[in-house]
Protein backbone atom coordinates (compact mmCIF):
# COMPACT_ATOMS: atom_id res chain seq x y z
CA UNK A 1 0.00 0.00 0.00
CA UNK A 2 1.77 3.28 -1.07
CA UNK A 3 2.26 5.96 1.76
CA UNK A 4 2.27 9.82 1.02
CA UNK A 5 4.44 12.30 2.99
CA UNK A 6 1.98 15.01 5.25
CA UNK A 7 4.20 17.20 6.29
CA UNK A 8 3.38 18.11 10.17
CA UNK A 9 1.27 21.35 10.61
CA UNK A 10 2.81 23.92 12.02
CA UNK A 11 1.86 25.25 15.54
CA UNK A 12 0.79 29.00 15.83
CA UNK A 13 2.78 30.45 18.09
CA UNK A 14 0.70 31.89 21.08
CA UNK A 15 1.81 35.23 20.99
CA UNK A 16 -0.47 36.41 23.91
CA UNK A 17 0.85 38.16 27.17
CA UNK A 18 1.75 35.97 29.71
CA UNK A 19 2.75 36.80 33.90
CA UNK A 20 5.89 34.16 34.79
CA UNK A 21 8.19 34.10 37.66
CA UNK A 22 11.91 33.86 36.72
CA UNK A 23 13.57 31.25 38.81
CA UNK A 24 17.26 31.40 37.95
CA UNK A 25 19.93 32.77 35.25
CA UNK A 26 21.38 30.63 32.31
CA UNK A 27 25.00 30.67 31.16
CA UNK A 28 24.63 33.41 28.32
CA UNK A 29 22.54 35.87 31.56
CA UNK A 30 19.14 35.36 30.15
CA UNK A 31 16.63 34.93 33.00
CA UNK A 32 14.90 31.42 33.13
CA UNK A 33 11.30 30.63 33.75
CA UNK A 34 8.66 27.72 33.45
CA UNK A 35 6.22 27.64 31.26
CA UNK A 36 3.98 24.35 30.47
CA UNK A 37 6.80 22.53 32.19
CA UNK A 38 9.73 23.71 30.32
CA UNK A 39 12.09 26.69 30.56
CA UNK A 40 11.39 29.90 28.93
CA UNK A 41 14.27 32.01 28.50
CA UNK A 42 13.68 35.66 28.63
CA UNK A 43 16.80 38.17 28.20
CA UNK A 44 16.85 41.02 30.46
CA UNK A 45 15.00 38.94 33.30
CA UNK A 46 16.55 38.28 36.67
CA UNK A 47 15.83 35.61 38.85
CA UNK A 48 13.14 36.40 41.75
CA UNK A 49 11.24 38.69 39.11
CA UNK A 50 7.55 38.59 38.15
CA UNK A 51 7.62 39.68 34.39
CA UNK A 52 4.88 40.00 31.91
CA UNK A 53 6.46 38.16 28.15
CA UNK A 54 5.76 37.46 24.89
CA UNK A 55 6.95 34.00 23.02
CA UNK A 56 9.51 34.74 20.10
CA UNK A 57 9.92 30.96 20.08
CA UNK A 58 8.57 27.52 20.85
CA UNK A 59 10.38 24.41 20.44
CA UNK A 60 9.24 21.33 22.16
CA UNK A 61 11.71 21.24 24.97
CA UNK A 62 12.10 25.10 25.69
CA UNK A 63 10.69 28.44 24.70
CA UNK A 64 12.23 31.93 24.42
CA UNK A 65 10.24 35.13 24.96
CA UNK A 66 10.86 39.14 24.77
CA UNK A 67 9.96 41.39 28.29
CA UNK A 68 6.93 43.29 27.64
CA UNK A 69 6.80 44.41 31.43
CA UNK A 70 8.83 44.28 34.33
CA UNK A 71 6.12 43.80 37.24
CA UNK A 72 7.99 42.93 40.20
CA UNK A 73 12.36 44.61 39.99
CA UNK A 74 14.51 42.11 42.00
CA UNK A 75 16.44 44.14 44.81
CA UNK A 76 19.51 43.24 42.72
CA UNK A 77 18.29 44.72 39.47
CA UNK A 78 20.33 48.16 38.89
CA UNK A 79 20.41 51.00 36.61
CA UNK A 80 22.42 50.11 33.55
CA UNK A 81 25.49 52.50 33.66
CA UNK A 82 26.14 52.51 29.30
CA UNK A 83 23.28 54.64 27.42
CA UNK A 84 23.77 51.86 24.33
CA UNK A 85 22.81 49.06 26.48
CA UNK A 86 19.51 48.43 25.43
CA UNK A 87 20.92 48.08 21.61
CA UNK A 88 24.59 47.24 22.00
CA UNK A 89 25.62 43.28 21.96
CA UNK A 90 28.07 43.64 24.67
CA UNK A 91 27.95 44.18 28.62
CA UNK A 92 24.74 42.38 28.83
CA UNK A 93 24.48 41.68 32.14
CA UNK A 94 24.73 45.44 33.26
CA UNK A 95 21.14 45.69 35.46
CA UNK A 96 22.48 43.29 37.90
CA UNK A 97 24.60 44.40 40.30
CA UNK A 98 28.87 43.77 40.35
CA UNK A 99 28.66 41.32 43.16
CA UNK A 100 25.73 39.33 41.98
CA UNK A 101 27.53 39.02 38.62
CA UNK A 102 30.21 37.43 40.36
CA UNK A 103 28.06 35.22 42.56
CA UNK A 104 26.17 34.09 39.64
CA UNK A 105 29.21 33.31 37.46
CA UNK A 106 31.26 31.46 40.76
CA UNK A 107 27.79 29.29 41.29
CA UNK A 108 27.69 28.56 37.33
CA UNK A 109 31.34 27.46 37.20
CA UNK A 110 30.14 25.44 40.17
CA UNK A 111 27.40 23.42 39.03
CA UNK A 112 29.07 22.62 35.87
CA UNK A 113 32.30 21.57 37.10
CA UNK A 114 30.02 19.23 39.92
CA UNK A 115 27.53 18.14 36.91
CA UNK A 116 30.03 16.93 34.57
CA UNK A 117 33.41 16.24 36.35
CA UNK A 118 31.51 14.41 38.81
CA UNK A 119 33.38 16.74 42.19
CA UNK A 120 31.90 19.43 44.34
CA UNK A 121 34.35 21.75 44.98
CA UNK A 122 34.68 25.19 46.90
CA UNK A 123 36.23 27.86 44.71
CA UNK A 124 38.81 29.71 45.79
CA UNK A 125 38.56 33.94 46.04
CA UNK A 126 37.41 34.69 42.34
CA UNK A 127 40.09 36.87 40.61
CA UNK A 128 38.24 40.54 40.31
CA UNK A 129 38.56 43.10 37.83
CA UNK A 130 38.11 47.02 37.67
CA UNK A 131 34.35 47.66 37.12
CA UNK A 132 35.10 49.58 33.94
CA UNK A 133 37.78 50.81 31.75
CA UNK A 134 38.98 47.19 31.53
CA UNK A 135 39.37 46.41 28.25
CA UNK A 136 42.96 47.51 26.44
CA UNK A 137 41.59 46.17 22.54
CA UNK A 138 38.16 46.43 21.29
CA UNK A 139 37.37 45.70 17.20
CA UNK A 140 34.97 48.47 15.70
CA UNK A 141 32.68 47.08 13.17
CA UNK A 142 32.09 49.58 10.45
CA UNK A 143 29.34 49.41 7.50
CA UNK A 144 28.61 52.44 4.82
CA UNK A 145 24.73 52.49 4.39
CA UNK A 146 24.13 53.82 0.97
CA UNK A 147 20.81 54.53 1.44
CA UNK A 148 21.05 56.82 4.21
CA UNK A 149 24.81 57.73 2.65
CA UNK A 150 26.06 57.26 6.23
CA UNK A 151 29.06 55.63 8.03
CA UNK A 152 28.17 53.66 10.90
CA UNK A 153 31.18 52.77 13.58
CA UNK A 154 30.91 50.98 16.45
CA UNK A 155 29.63 47.41 18.09
CA UNK A 156 27.56 44.79 16.52
CA UNK A 157 23.54 45.25 18.14
CA UNK A 158 22.17 42.18 19.90
CA UNK A 159 21.15 38.98 17.71
CA UNK A 160 21.74 41.47 14.44
CA UNK A 161 24.07 42.60 12.15
CA UNK A 162 23.08 45.72 12.44
CA UNK A 163 25.26 48.26 13.92
CA UNK A 164 24.65 50.53 17.18
CA UNK A 165 27.10 53.43 16.45
CA UNK A 166 29.47 54.24 19.81
CA UNK A 167 31.61 56.98 20.81
CA UNK A 168 31.92 56.33 24.28
CA UNK A 169 32.22 52.41 25.81
CA UNK A 170 33.46 53.03 29.78
CA UNK A 171 34.60 49.25 29.57
CA UNK A 172 37.28 50.20 27.33
CA UNK A 173 40.32 51.55 28.71
CA UNK A 174 40.25 55.24 29.24
CA UNK A 175 42.93 56.05 26.73
CA UNK A 176 41.36 54.13 23.54
CA UNK A 177 38.36 55.23 24.66
CA UNK A 178 38.91 58.97 24.31
CA UNK A 179 40.06 57.86 20.47
CA UNK A 180 36.84 57.14 19.58
CA UNK A 181 35.05 60.78 18.47
CA UNK A 182 38.59 61.18 16.83
CA UNK A 183 37.95 58.08 14.44
CA UNK A 184 34.38 58.58 13.98
CA UNK A 185 35.61 62.48 12.42
CA UNK A 186 38.49 60.78 10.72
CA UNK A 187 36.51 58.01 8.67
CA UNK A 188 33.59 60.37 8.13
CA UNK A 189 35.68 62.82 5.90
CA UNK A 190 36.74 59.38 3.81
CA UNK A 191 35.83 60.04 -0.04
CA UNK A 192 35.68 56.21 -0.54
CA UNK A 193 34.05 55.16 3.41
CA UNK A 194 32.83 51.42 1.45
CA UNK A 195 36.30 50.67 1.58
CA UNK A 196 36.65 49.77 4.81
CA UNK A 197 36.47 46.68 6.36
CA UNK A 198 36.85 47.25 10.03
CA UNK A 199 38.74 48.89 12.79
CA UNK A 200 40.55 47.61 15.61
CA UNK A 201 42.37 49.55 18.90
CA UNK A 202 44.92 47.99 21.10
CA UNK A 203 46.71 49.76 24.52
CA UNK A 204 50.25 48.64 24.76
CA UNK A 205 52.31 50.49 27.40
CA UNK A 206 54.20 51.94 24.98
CA UNK A 207 51.52 52.84 22.35
CA UNK A 208 48.50 53.09 21.20
CA UNK A 209 47.25 51.04 18.53
CA UNK A 210 44.86 51.62 15.47
CA UNK A 211 44.21 48.60 12.61
CA UNK A 212 42.54 49.36 9.76
CA UNK A 213 41.36 46.57 7.71
CA UNK A 214 40.73 48.13 3.62
CA UNK A 215 38.92 45.80 1.04
CA UNK A 216 40.55 47.87 -1.34
CA UNK A 217 43.40 49.80 -2.08
CA UNK A 218 42.92 53.89 0.20
CA UNK A 219 42.41 56.46 -2.02
CA UNK A 220 45.15 59.09 -1.39
CA UNK A 221 43.13 61.56 0.46
CA UNK A 222 41.92 58.41 3.10
CA UNK A 223 45.58 57.67 3.45
CA UNK A 224 46.60 60.78 4.62
CA UNK A 225 43.66 61.31 6.86
CA UNK A 226 44.53 58.07 8.70
CA UNK A 227 48.30 59.46 9.12
CA UNK A 228 47.22 62.46 10.15
CA UNK A 229 45.09 61.01 12.64
CA UNK A 230 48.28 58.85 14.05
CA UNK A 231 49.97 61.75 14.23
CA UNK A 232 48.32 64.18 16.07
CA UNK A 233 46.88 61.42 18.62
CA UNK A 234 50.24 59.58 18.62
CA UNK A 235 49.29 55.94 17.46
CA UNK A 236 50.69 53.38 16.02
CA UNK A 237 48.99 52.98 12.57
CA UNK A 238 48.85 49.52 10.95
CA UNK A 239 47.04 48.94 7.82
CA UNK A 240 45.43 45.45 6.74
CA UNK A 241 44.90 45.48 2.88
CA UNK A 242 44.41 41.55 3.02
CA UNK A 243 43.41 39.05 5.72
CA UNK A 244 47.39 37.87 6.12
CA UNK A 245 49.09 40.99 5.41
CA UNK A 246 49.48 44.07 7.59
CA UNK A 247 52.04 47.07 7.00
CA UNK A 248 52.58 49.54 9.90
CA UNK A 249 52.80 52.85 8.81
CA UNK A 250 53.58 55.30 11.64
CA UNK A 251 54.70 54.86 15.19
CA UNK A 252 56.70 52.31 17.12
CA UNK A 253 55.69 48.63 17.71
CA UNK A 254 53.58 48.34 20.56
CA UNK A 255 54.61 45.89 23.45
CA UNK A 256 53.65 45.29 27.50
CA UNK A 257 55.36 44.70 30.68
CA UNK A 258 52.87 42.94 33.04
CA UNK A 259 54.41 40.12 34.89
CA UNK A 260 57.99 40.54 35.04
CA UNK A 261 58.89 40.21 31.25
CA UNK A 262 58.22 42.12 28.16
CA UNK A 263 56.14 41.22 25.58
CA UNK A 264 56.02 42.46 21.73
CA UNK A 265 52.88 42.00 19.96
CA UNK A 266 51.25 42.95 16.65
CA UNK A 267 47.64 43.88 16.96
CA UNK A 268 46.59 41.09 15.04
CA UNK A 269 47.72 38.65 17.71
CA UNK A 270 46.02 37.16 20.46
CA UNK A 271 46.21 38.98 23.99
CA UNK A 272 44.08 38.81 26.84
CA UNK A 273 41.77 41.95 27.17
CA UNK A 274 41.88 42.84 30.74
CA UNK A 275 45.37 43.33 31.69
CA UNK A 276 44.74 43.41 35.46
CA UNK A 277 42.88 40.14 35.43
CA UNK A 278 45.94 38.98 33.20
CA UNK A 279 48.45 39.99 35.92
CA UNK A 280 46.94 38.19 38.26
CA UNK A 281 45.79 34.87 36.69
CA UNK A 282 49.56 34.66 35.55
CA UNK A 283 50.68 35.02 39.09
CA UNK A 284 48.05 32.68 40.29
CA UNK A 285 48.70 29.75 37.74
CA UNK A 286 52.77 29.84 38.51
CA UNK A 287 52.02 29.63 42.34
CA UNK A 288 49.37 26.62 41.66
CA UNK A 289 52.29 24.81 39.84
CA UNK A 290 54.61 24.98 43.05
CA UNK A 291 57.35 25.54 41.02
CA UNK A 292 60.95 24.31 41.77
CA UNK A 293 64.66 24.87 39.72
CA UNK A 294 64.31 21.59 38.86
CA UNK A 295 60.95 21.42 36.80
CA UNK A 296 60.45 20.93 33.35
CA UNK A 297 57.01 22.66 32.69
CA UNK A 298 54.73 22.15 28.88
CA UNK A 299 52.73 25.48 28.13
CA UNK A 300 50.05 24.17 25.38
CA UNK A 301 48.48 26.90 23.23
CA UNK A 302 50.90 28.72 24.47
CA UNK A 303 50.78 32.23 22.40
CA UNK A 304 53.07 34.72 22.68
CA UNK A 305 54.76 32.99 25.74
CA UNK A 306 52.33 34.95 28.25
CA UNK A 307 52.50 32.18 30.58
CA UNK A 308 56.10 30.72 29.35
CA UNK A 309 58.06 33.50 29.64
CA UNK A 310 57.42 33.83 32.95
CA UNK A 311 57.82 30.51 33.81
CA UNK A 312 61.07 30.28 32.44
CA UNK A 313 62.04 32.28 34.99
CA UNK A 314 61.75 30.50 38.03
CA UNK A 315 62.43 26.60 36.20
CA UNK A 316 65.16 24.44 34.90
CA UNK A 317 63.25 24.34 31.26
CA UNK A 318 59.90 25.13 29.51
CA UNK A 319 58.37 23.98 26.41
CA UNK A 320 55.77 26.46 24.89
CA UNK A 321 53.75 24.78 22.36
CA UNK A 322 51.17 26.80 19.84
CA UNK A 323 49.36 26.26 16.70
CA UNK A 324 49.80 29.60 14.90
CA UNK A 325 53.24 29.98 13.28
CA UNK A 326 53.14 33.14 13.25
CA UNK A 327 53.14 33.41 17.23
CA UNK A 328 55.55 30.77 17.39
CA UNK A 329 58.06 32.90 15.68
CA UNK A 330 56.73 36.13 17.92
CA UNK A 331 57.46 33.79 21.32
CA UNK A 332 60.71 32.65 20.35
CA UNK A 333 61.58 36.89 19.73
CA UNK A 334 60.14 37.71 22.88
CA UNK A 335 61.99 34.73 24.51
CA UNK A 336 65.13 36.33 23.31
CA UNK A 337 63.92 39.90 24.18
CA UNK A 338 64.13 38.83 27.80
CA UNK A 339 67.41 37.19 27.34
CA UNK A 340 65.66 34.13 28.33
CA UNK A 341 67.14 30.93 26.74
CA UNK A 342 65.49 27.70 28.54
CA UNK A 343 61.97 28.49 26.84
CA UNK A 344 61.81 26.52 23.10
CA UNK A 345 58.56 27.18 21.13
CA UNK A 346 57.16 24.57 18.77
CA UNK A 347 54.16 24.78 16.12
CA UNK A 348 52.06 22.16 16.14
CA UNK A 349 48.03 21.17 15.43
CA UNK A 350 47.73 20.10 18.89
CA UNK A 351 44.50 18.62 17.61
CA UNK A 352 46.85 15.89 16.34
CA UNK A 353 48.20 13.02 17.67
CA UNK A 354 51.43 14.33 18.87
CA UNK A 355 53.46 10.96 18.34
CA UNK A 356 55.76 12.22 15.64
CA UNK A 357 56.57 15.19 17.50
CA UNK A 358 60.15 15.84 18.92
CA UNK A 359 59.30 17.54 22.12
CA UNK A 360 56.40 15.55 22.83
CA UNK A 361 59.12 12.42 23.19
CA UNK A 362 60.16 14.63 26.44
CA UNK A 363 58.67 14.40 29.83
CA UNK A 364 57.36 16.95 31.52
CA UNK A 365 56.44 16.87 35.42
CA UNK A 366 54.23 19.85 34.71
CA UNK A 367 51.85 21.36 31.88
CA UNK A 368 49.94 24.70 31.85
CA UNK A 369 47.41 24.23 28.97
CA UNK A 370 45.69 27.77 28.11
CA UNK A 371 42.88 26.22 24.69
CA UNK A 372 40.48 28.63 22.87
CA UNK A 373 36.82 28.10 23.38
CA UNK A 374 36.96 24.69 22.01
CA UNK A 375 39.01 23.71 24.72
CA UNK A 376 41.76 21.06 24.40
CA UNK A 377 39.82 17.16 23.07
CA UNK A 378 42.42 14.85 22.13
CA UNK A 379 45.54 16.63 23.60
CA UNK A 380 44.24 16.84 27.12
CA UNK A 381 43.61 12.58 26.96
CA UNK A 382 47.78 12.96 26.66
CA UNK A 383 48.96 14.31 29.48
CA UNK A 384 49.85 11.74 31.83
CA UNK A 385 51.46 9.93 29.47
CA UNK A 386 54.19 13.22 29.26
CA UNK A 387 55.14 12.45 33.03
CA UNK A 388 52.52 15.14 34.27
CA UNK A 389 52.21 15.39 38.04
CA UNK A 390 50.55 18.87 38.35
CA UNK A 391 48.59 20.37 35.66
CA UNK A 392 47.06 23.63 35.58
CA UNK A 393 43.97 24.43 32.44
CA UNK A 394 43.10 27.92 32.12
CA UNK A 395 40.03 28.37 30.51
CA UNK A 396 37.54 30.79 28.64
CA UNK A 397 35.18 27.95 28.29
CA UNK A 398 33.46 26.17 31.42
CA UNK A 399 31.45 23.99 29.18
CA UNK A 400 34.72 22.33 27.47
CA UNK A 401 36.47 22.51 30.91
CA UNK A 402 33.94 20.35 32.23
CA UNK A 403 34.41 17.74 29.94
CA UNK A 404 38.34 17.49 29.49
CA UNK A 405 38.20 16.99 33.22
CA UNK A 406 36.51 13.89 32.81
CA UNK A 407 39.55 12.78 30.66
CA UNK A 408 41.95 14.32 33.13
CA UNK A 409 39.84 12.73 36.69
CA UNK A 410 39.89 8.90 34.34
CA UNK A 411 44.23 9.52 34.00
CA UNK A 412 44.37 9.41 37.79
CA UNK A 413 44.16 13.25 38.27
CA UNK A 414 42.02 14.68 41.29
CA UNK A 415 40.77 18.32 40.86
CA UNK A 416 41.97 20.05 44.04
CA UNK A 417 41.38 23.84 43.19
CA UNK A 418 38.96 25.73 41.30
CA UNK A 419 38.96 29.76 40.93
CA UNK A 420 36.30 32.04 38.52
CA UNK A 421 38.43 34.99 36.90
CA UNK A 422 36.37 37.84 35.83
CA UNK A 423 38.01 38.82 33.02
CA UNK A 424 34.71 40.27 31.64
CA UNK A 425 33.06 42.34 34.01
CA UNK A 426 29.09 43.40 33.36
CA UNK A 427 28.92 40.31 31.16
CA UNK A 428 28.30 36.37 31.00
CA UNK A 429 31.35 35.36 30.21
CA UNK A 430 33.74 33.79 32.79
CA UNK A 431 37.18 32.88 32.71
CA UNK A 432 38.32 30.09 34.97
CA UNK A 433 40.94 27.56 36.11
CA UNK A 434 41.94 24.41 37.42
CA UNK A 435 44.16 22.64 39.32
CA UNK A 436 44.74 18.87 38.63
CA UNK A 437 47.12 16.77 40.85
CA UNK A 438 47.87 13.56 40.18
Given at each position: ??????????????????????????????????????????????????????????????????????????????????????????????????????????????????????????????????????????????????????????????????????????????????????????????????????????????????????????????????????????????????????????????????????????????????????????????????????????????????????????????????GVDEMVLKARANAKLNQLDNAQFYHADLEQPLTTQAWAKQKFNKILLDPARAGAAGIVDQLAALGASRVVYVSCNPATLA????????????????????????????????????
Amino acid sequence: MARFFQPKKKTQLNTKHQSVTIENLDHHGAGIAYLDNKPLFIEGALPSEQVVTQLTESKSKYARGRMIKLVNASAQRIEPFCPHFSQCGGCNMQHLELKAQREYKQRALKQLMAKFAKQDIELDEFVASPELGYRRRARLSVWFDKKASQLQIGFRQKASKQIVSVQNCPVLEPSLNQLLPHIHACLNQFADPTSLGHVEIVKGDNARVLLVRHTRPLKNKDAQLLQDLASEQQLTLYLMPQSDELVRIHGDAPSYQETGVEMAFEPTHFIQVNQSVNRDMVGKALDWLALTKQDQVLDLFCGLGNFTLPLAKQVEAVVGVEGVDEMVLKARANAKLNQLDNAQFYHADLEQPLTTQAWAKQKFNKILLDPARAGAAGIVDQLAALGASRVVYVSCNPATLARDSQSLLSQGFRLQRLCMLDMFPHTSHLESMALFVK
